[in-house]
Every structure is written in C-alpha cells, then in structure tokens.
C-alpha cells in the first residue's frame, strides 16, 4: 500500500487549496479514505472521512462548510479541496487508509495559512 499527498504550500487567508492522495497497491474502490492533520506542537486530528464509492462523508466541526472530500476511483485518487482557509488551518496533511487490518499514512503535504 502507497499513499502520496500532494497539493500543499503557501496560502494567504482566505484562500483555497486542493490536496491530493495517489492509492497504489491496493483496491482503492472498496475502501475507505480520510485525511488527517497535525499542526506544531498538537496532536494528529481527523479532517475528513470518505467511504468506498463516495455516498458519505464526514467532517470535523472545525472544517465544515469549507473543506470538501471526494474521490475518484477511476483514478485511485482521494481529494480535499479546502476553501476560505484560516492560519488555523495550518497543519502537515495526511490521507490514511486501513486494509487488511492494517492502517497506513502518506508521507503528508505541508498546508501552510499565512499573510
């Protein structure tokens, strides 16, 4: 299994950004994704949750409204696509997935919200 993030860099406040995650070595159509972050000095939190062809999605509070999940399975792709994006929301991104009883991380993409 390969997840790798990518998408990330300087944002003004404001802004928008859309990650991407590349899947390999996988099924990627039958299961779910999430994308995860971890700020300086804090603990990794949940973003966003997808399930397996897209019927449902789920956001932490902090993001609702402003980030969308979706994926393609054509693709093998997972996206976040992150609007009105806040300092806050400066963090190192990461999708996750969990196969055969096992998680695994991508190697994250750094989102960074500043003036």
């Known amino acids: 299994v390969q997840l790798v993030e990518s998408g990330g860099g300087l944002v003004q406040p404001g802004g928008s950004l859309r990650l991407s995650c590349a899947a390999s070595?996988?099924?990627?159509?039958?299961?779910?994704m999430s994308w995860y972050r971890q700020a300086p000095g804090k603990e990794r939190e949940l973003v966003a949750t997808?399930?397996?062809?897209?019927?449902?999605?789920n956001y932490a509070e902090s993001v609702k409204g402003r980030f969308t999940i979706s994926r393609d399975n054509a693709k093998n792709t997972v996206y976040l696509q992150m609007n009105s994006l806040k300092p806050e929301d400066t963090a190192v991104y990461y999708c996750?997935?969990?196969?055969?009883?096992?998680?695994?991380w991508g190697q994250g993409t750094q989102v960074t919200v500043s003036s």
């Open positions: 996750w997935t969990f196969v055969a009883g096992k998680g695994y």
């Open positions: 070595g996988f099924t990627f159509s039958y299961y779910g």
């Open positions: 997808i399930t397996s062809a897209g019927g449902s999605r």
